[in-house]
């Protein structure tokens, strides 16, 4: 799959909050879309990441 | 006094007729009226959009006016009211709506259902998330200009607008937050409110691209 822009190799079907809570992101602070679609985060632990879904994970810092 | 006229054919001279049809059809809305959202305010409104809906809870603070479109008459003052009054400055026939409430997940949906864009301009991480999230969900057809990392005075050339999915776009270098080295300071915040403000008026133009 691939996610922001990089290639990777995803050997099986994986759970969403698996792979976030893998790359340490912080749930609060991100927003996930996967083919175009935002995942609510009340989903991200029934929703299934496959290899030819492509993932943006957008992470806000602060400042405005 | 000017008259609407005046001002219109002004913008008129300057951006075409065709142009100021279309921005003058423009219905933002701005979440947060800081250093990114009153730059993208008052931005707008230099361009003749024709209604500005803007959302902020807070009052104006003296540590605001290193970056923020304030003066120091304004302080105490909401921050809704002294960007209105500003604006009506620069071209009293904007139509300005404004809300002086904290944006939840709660009101998104009230709060925003009226407006074609909405520029994401909240300072704290969770509420810039939270603002992005419902949007998404609740109005996935509407534009959403949003952004992260703006902090400091690193180089200009690392804030980009990127286009995440069709109807989301997100402006800033992603990546830059406050500390103590790197505060918020004006020129930089500036610099990604002009990205935001840019891609809304693109978008408002038909151009969907970055």
Redesign the interface.
């Known amino acids: 799959m691939v996610v922001n822009g990089k290639n990777v190799s995803l050997k099986q079907e994986l759970c969403l909050i698996k792979y976030l809570q893998e790359k340490k992101y912080s749930l609060d602070y991100i927003a996930v879309e996967k083919n175009g679609t935002i995942i609510p985060k009340s989903k991200y632990n029934t929703t299934m990441l496959q290899d030819d879904d492509v993932i943006e994970i957008v992470s806000f810092v602060g400042g405005g | 006094m000017y008259s609407k006229k005046e001002i219109y054919q002004a913008l008129v001279k300057r951006h075409s007729f065709s142009t100021q049809q279309l921005l003058k059809k423009g219905n933002v809305a701005i979440a947060?009226l800081?250093?990114?959202?009153s730059n993208v305010a008052i931005m707008l409104a230099r361009v003749g959009v024709g209604q500005i809906h803007m959302i902020d809870f807070d009052v104006v603070d003296i540590t605001n006016l290193n970056r923020q479109q304030y003066f120091l008459e304004h302080i105490g003052m909401n921050k809704t009211d002294a960007l209105k009054q500003q604006i009506l400055k620069i071209n009293p026939y904007i139509n300005i709506i404004t809300d002086c409430v904290k944006v939840t997940e709660q009101n998104i949906k009230q709060l925003f259902y009226k407006n074609d864009i909405i520029c994401e301009?909240?300072?704290?991480?969770?509420e810039?998330?939270m603002l992005?999230?419902g949007i998404?969900?609740y109005f996935?057809e509407k534009k959403l200009v949003?952004?992260?990392?703006?902090?400091g005075y690193e180089s200009s050339n690392s804030i980009k607008t990127r286009r995440?999915?069709?109807n989301?776009y997100?402006c800033g270098d992603?990546?830059?937050?406050?500390s103590e080295k790197n505060g918020?300071m004006a020129a930089r915040?500036a610099l990604c409110a002009c990205h935001e403000a840019n891609m809304i008026i693109r978008l408002l133009l038909g151009e969907e691209e970055v």
């Open positions: 947060g800081g250093g990114l959202g301009a909240l300072d704290a991480p969770e810039k998330a992005v999230n998404r969900e996935p949003a952004s992260s990392g703006l902090a995440i999915s069709k989301f997100l992603g990546i830059t937050k406050i918020l915040a």
